[in-house]
């Protein structure tokens, strides 16, 4: 919850479907994040 809040503290959405989507598209975000730190190991030989 922490790493979300850091996207920004609240959501703007008022209606309770478009909230869920906000939240959908944070998520998309912060995995896209992690995706970019994952080391990709090759072998060599």
Known sequence: ???MKL???RL???EFDRQV???HIRM???N???ALGIP???TVG
């Open 7 to 9: 996207l920004g503290q």
């Open 28 to 30: 998309a975000v912060m």
């Open 1 to 3: 919850m922490h790493c």
């Open 40 to 42: 990709v190991t090759e």
């Open 32 to 34: 896209g994040y992690t």
């Open 21 to 23: 989507a906000e939240l």
């Open 12 to 14: 703007t959405a008022r």
